[in-house]
């Protein structure tokens, strides 16, 4: 079925009209999908495209870019109540993480974006990539952007590290990490962990509340 047509729009907000609707069907397609898909899902003539992108290649390159942008999840996770209580503010958390991971996922596999294949390479941000160093070089830096998710994250947990049994900053970093691996199809062997599934573990763990460790350790 096609789309109703969609009013005219100033070159910006066409492009922007456009690779929101390219980002779903580069997820499902990847390399296969046509223009004439993504003309038909945001309601235009396929050449209304090629007015403000040269090609398809270019089209899918913004729309990658786009999916992997971390400015969306930062707005997200910047709006998330502090009032809430900590399981829901946790979980509201989890599902901001989750929700970009599963789509950066799904384009991934789409894509086969591997090594050896650099033409559709994320890139956002004004930064030019950093240079390989020499043998011993430690890596690039974290990228900025990351940093910035774990800062806000960070926030979102300070007012309850009194509550907590391990510094906010582990509990930061268990939360990305098992997020991360509990949303990837291939890691989590096709069980995809749902975000209450992660918050709940990190929170409570999975020993019952009237067993206490013997071995001394201490429970996340």
């Known amino acids: 079925m096609v789309s109703e047509r969609a009013r005219p729009l100033p070159p910006d907000e066409r492009r922007a009209s456009l690779i929101a609707a390219a980002i779903p069907l580069i997820s499902e ?16 003539a396929e050449g209304t ?39 829901e503010r946790c979980l509201a958390i989890t599902t901001v993480l989750q929700g970009r991971l599963v789509a950066v996922f799904k384009i991934m596999i789409a894509m086969r974006m591997a090594p050896g294949q650099p033409k559709y390479r994320p890139k956002y941000g004004s930064a030019p990539p950093e240079k390989p160093g020499p043998p011993g070089y430690p890596g690039p830096r974290i990228d900025p952007k990351t940093e910035e998710i774990a800062a806000e994250i960070l926030r979102l947990l300070a007012p309850d590290r009194d509550r907590l049994t391990r510094p906010i900053e582990e509990v930061a970093h268990l939360f990305r990490l098992l997020t991360f691996s509990g949303s990837h199809p291939f890691i989590s062997d096709g069980q995809v962990l749902t975000a209450e599934q992660i918050t709940s573990t990190i929170l409570d763990g999975v020993r019952r509340r009237d067993e206490e460790p013997d071995h001394g350790g201490s429970r996340c």
């Open 29 to 44: 397609h990847g390399l296969k999908v046509t223009t004439k898909q993504i003309a038909q899902a945001a309601g235009v």
């Open 49 to 87: 495209i090629f007015r403000v992108f040269t090609d398809k290649t270019e089209l899918v390159q913004a729309a990658i870019n786009s999916a992997f942008d971390p400015e969306q999840t930062l707005s997200e996770l910047g709006a998330i109540d502090l009032d809430l209580p900590l399981h």
